[in-house]
């Protein structure tokens, strides 16, 4: 961990961060320079050493030496990793070097005390038993004094030895000590330490975190330097953003009074009462709340901003007396009002039949959908329809923008559910158009009038308990209890299937048999009528 430093950080701008960076690298500078002093005081007390002349006989010493330890402290850079292991070294070699030059003064000591020859010199006293005086041995007291005699010269050897100890070993000794405080030494190794915890890095480290506040500030500079080009970029772009979103809103207005339009202008043929009574509003909304009727057009997240653009999708019926003088994409509350029309949401104001009715609708109208999509594809080939269209240049795009190809297959799931009469007829046209611009069509449905619109009419079957013979089994689906059967009914079979969606089980003679066959003779007719529309 170099520091806590972070820029920026609170409502400041990073000021109080920018400080305490600051106080941390003139602590460690500091701490530097105490180093770098005491590099060139222990360098200039080894050269009044060296000139001494005592050293010169030893520069051949190995490392581990004091001339060795004293060149690796001296030498070794503040920002190296070895600087902290080199002054231990250095602090080590000086209190060993001093423990030696204690233990030989204490040998010297203990050889002046003399307690010995004096204790020795007592004894040999007692030893004649009081006859030294009287000399009534002659012989005991020759052999004593010959004795003490030769405690004389032993006092002198050992006196001769003790400053001989004092002027060679530990005068050689101090005099090859350079003349450094180890407890100097002593006080750095401990700050070193607390400023190592204090910036959570390991001793040996230190240095290192030092240069890289430095590079930190350094950076920090040099960023504040560019912040004001950043925030004039930043402010360009987001202008640039506002203005895309003015377009885009534009874009999307217009999109949905397109969409208005054309959903509205198929309302007559699915049944949804005389043109103008009935009106498809797609409003933008740019404060509008979730709903499920509500389809947000916006990337951005909701919490604690705006929504951003939404589209509402709207009925707007005439009252009776109504006039039909409000324009499709007018919203406003009271001119509907005045001219008899009442507006809700699909979601409020439609039945079960015309959600389904609006959902084909939009599915064939909208830009993006089913339908459109099939529409840009044979654009490109010179047919199908672009006047609605919201046009986006490859400027806008991008020079590799290409429409999406249309689906290989489009499968709407009982899309007639809740519609009966003409509309369901009305839905089986739309349906027979879509599958002519390209791509394969699939109704899944219980009405007859869809069915018989259809170019294959394949039948799925679930009671498959009776053998399953016949010509046209497709395919057969078995499980544990269970099982489909897919057929394909042609000719008289249609005819029957028809008649028998058309009246259940009911018996009632050739008549829903003719009513099947008619409705496949209009159906054939609009296919055709579709395919000479195509031509």
């Not at 390991?202 to 040099?222: G, I, T």
């Not at 009246?503 to 009528?529: P, Y």
Request: charged content about 30%; proline content about 3%; some cysteine.
């Amino acid at each position: 961990r170099v520091s806590f430093f972070r820029m920026p950080n609170g409502d400041d701008g990073g000021e109080k961060d920018r400080q305490m960076l600051a106080g941390w690298i003139d602590e460690l500078e500091h701490f530097e320079e105490r180093i770098v002093c005491q590099q060139r005081r222990v360098d200039e007390r080894w050269k009044q050493t060296k000139e001494g002349g005592v050293v010169g006989l030893h520069e051949d010493r190995q490392e581990g030496t004091m001339e060795g330890a004293v060149k690796r402290f001296v030498e070794a850079p503040f920002a190296s990793s070895g600087l902290y292991e080199s002054l231990s070294n250095l602090r080590s070699t000086l209190r060993s070097w001093d423990a030696q030059i204690a233990s030989a003064r204490e040998a010297a000591t203990i050889l002046r005390s003399q307690s010995a020859v004096e204790d020795c010199r007592n004894r040999l006293h007692g030893s004649l038993g009081g006859k030294y005086e009287d000399r009534s041995d002659a012989r005991l007291v020759a052999r004593t004094e010959r004795a003490h005699e030769l405690l004389n010269v032993a006092e002198n050897a050992l006196s001769r030895c003790a400053a001989d100890i004092e002027e060679e070993v530990v005068g050689y000794l101090e005099d090859y000590r350079p003349n450094i405080c180890t407890d100097a030494l002593d006080e750095i190794v401990l700050d070193w330490n607390t400023l190592a915890r204090k910036h959570g890095a390991d001793p040996v480290s230190l240095p290192e975190v030092l240069e890289k506040m430095r590079a930190e500030r350094a950076a920090e500079a040099e960023n504040g330097q560019a912040l004001p080009e950043a925030k004039a970029q930043e402010e360009k772009a987001a202008e640039d953003v506002r203005s895309a979103r003015v377009r885009l809103s534009q874009a999307r207005r217009e999109a949905c009074a397109s969409l208005s339009r054309e959903v509205s202008s198929c309302f007559p043929a699915l049944g949804m009462m005389p043109h103008g009574a009935v009106r498809f509003v797609a409003r933008l909304e740019e404060d509008a709340v979730d709903s499920e009727s509500c389809a947000v057009a916006t990337d951005r997240p909701r919490e604690g901003r705006p929504v951003g653009d939404s589209v509402g999708f709207y009925l707007r019926r005439r009252s009776a007396g109504g006039t039909e003088d409000v324009t499709i994409g007018t919203f406003d509350d009271e001119l509907v009002s005045q001219n008899g029309f009442r507006e809700d949401r699909v979601e409020v104001a439609a039945s079960a039949g015309e959600k389904a009715r609006i959902l084909l609708a939009i599915e064939t109208c909208v830009p993006g959908a089913i339908g459109s999509a099939f529409s840009s594809h044979r654009g490109k080939e010179g047919g199908g329809r672009t006047g609605n269209d919201v046009e986006v240049s490859n400027e806008e795009e991008g020079e590799d923008a290409t429409d999406p190809p249309p689906p290989a297959v489009v499968l709407y799931d009982e899309i007639d559910a809740h519609v009966g009469g003409r509309a369901a007829v009305a839905m089986g046209h739309l349906l027979v158009s879509q599958s002519r611009q390209g791509g394969q069509v699939i109704a899944v449905t219980h009405g007859a009038s869809v069915a018989a619109i259809a170019d294959q009419h394949v039948v799925l079957d679930s009671s498959i308990d009776n053998a399953i013979e016949g010509g046209n089994v497709e395919f057969v689906s078995r499980g544990s209890d269970d099982g489909v059967k897919v057929r394909k009914v042609e000719g008289t079979e249609r005819v029957a299937e028809l008649a028998r969606m058309v009246v259940g089980d009911l018996d009632v003679g050739e008549s829903a048999n003719s009513f099947a066959e008619a409705l496949l003779t209009e159906g054939m007719q609009k296919r055709r009528e579709v395919d000479n529309l195509l031509l």
